[in-house]
């Protein structure tokens, strides 16, 4: 899921021209990540994250006792918790293609994502 | 090692109200990571690891000259060396079941994390 | 890559005591990661990568249309985007054999850095 238009919005309101962004997923079993906004890419993602933290059998995993979603906490460890993005001109200073992405490998749960932002 | 009660120390005589809290690693075989405060998964977290980057034989990695370690450098880089935390009223911003831990690979070293807090 | 003199250059201009710097890769196939300056190490995360994150078969990504690069996108997400760095009496405060690097997986490219400085 894309969230940059939101992050955008957020910066937009507080008014601030030169700083930082911090941009966290706020589930342990999500990420807040930057990449290309490619379809062919995220499916990608999907299956290498699958391959390198498969969530079968169940059973492999200590933590499955009353939940069921180890894999998801080891995903979201590779992909990471936040990103920190600058802010010049009072716009995100990106490079080609960047876009902030909430990826939920859990799947359950609602989506929250704190935007924080420094500067002046 | 979970550290929040510590990081929270730090953040109480800081005195900041609003802004950034930055925890990072002060070893490069260590990570500072969030996530959740369950014993089954941070068991599960070092089997993964050791899955993803063996230690064994130490022969397969070239910096196993004077050190044998590569193995924890790589652990390190999945888990990440420092997050950002948002200070919101004075207090650490978390999502629900979010703790800061600290993690060592190598096993030999002292722990040095730094918090340093930026805001007002 | 050690990108840590031309950081270290950017601080000393800036003026800056207190604060924090932002270091992140201006492309979505690159790293900006901290780690230690040995060369053995350098290979190892090269093999350890392509492992996890094989280039070939092509054909194993659908992000392999236009472009081939899909690995490369798998294996920045592992090393990561952007780096968080406290400055503590004008200077990087880095634990032993800190040293930030920039590492580019797909090769193609021009070489880019954000280097974003707040503080006083």
New interface residues.
């Given amino acids: 899921m894309n969230i940059t238009p939101k992050v955008e919005e957020v910066l937009k309101e507080s008014g601030i021209k030169?700083?930082?962004v911090?941009v966290?997923?706020?589930?342990?079993t999500a990420s807040v990540?930057?990449?290309?906004d490619?379809?062919?890419?995220h499916?990608?993602?999907e299956k290498?994250l699958e391959k390198?933290?498969p969530e079968k059998p169940h059973s492999q995993?200590?933590?499955?006792?009353a939940e069921d979603n180890?894999d998801a906490?080891?995903k979201?460890?590779?992909?990471?918790?936040?990103?920190?993005?600058?802010i010049?001109d009072g716009k995100l200073?990106?490079?080609?293609?960047?876009q902030i992405f909430y990826g939920e490998f859990d799947g359950m749960r609602d989506k929250?994502v704190?935007v924080?932002i420094?500067?002046e």
């Fill in positions: 030169e700083g930082f911090l966290n997923a706020m589930h342990i990540f930057i990449n290309d490619e379809s062919g890419l499916h990608d993602f290498w390198l933290a995993y200590r933590h499955n006792g180890a906490h080891l979201r460890q590779i992909m990471g918790r936040d990103v920190t993005v600058a010049t200073d990106f490079g080609p293609w960047e929250r704190l924080k420094i500067g």
